[in-house]
């Protein structure tokens, strides 16, 4: 019971990581807008609270969004280093989710 709640955690944790991911990813208007900054920053906030089990994998990726955030705070534009580490975010989403049997939590 408490091994499928884990499970369940993560899960969630690896959708909403992958849907942050293809929204930074997809985002256009350059520099980000500031409610996309704010709405950038609360989802790593949610993955920090849904990380209840202090996953490694999670804290990897919850690292990339961090570095991610300060190119955004800064102003500095995403260039080849932040795009980079969304793809790394993306592949290491995919390959938890089907390490763990969660890949069909995620939408991808």
């Known amino acids: 019971m408490i091994l499928e709640r884990a499970s369940e955690v993560l899960g969630k944790t690896l959708q909403k990581a992958f849907s942050l991911a293809r929204y ?3 985002y256009r208007e350059k520099p ?31 690292g990339y969004f961090k570095e991610i955030n300060d190119f955004i705070t800064e102003g500095t534009s995403l ?8 793809r790394l975010i993306k ?6 989710a089907v390490e763990q049997d969660l890949l069909k939590m995620i939408e991808l």
């Open 24 to 26: 930074v990813d997809g």
């Open 32 to 62: 980000f807008t500031t409610e996309a900054k704010a709405f950038i920053h609360k989802e790593i906030g949610l993955l920090d609270e849904l990380n209840v089990n202090d996953n490694s994998d999670a804290n990897e990726i919850i």
């Open 79 to 86: 260039g080849e280093r932040s795009k980079g580490a969304v």
């Open 91 to 96: 592949e290491k989403v995919v390959k938890v």
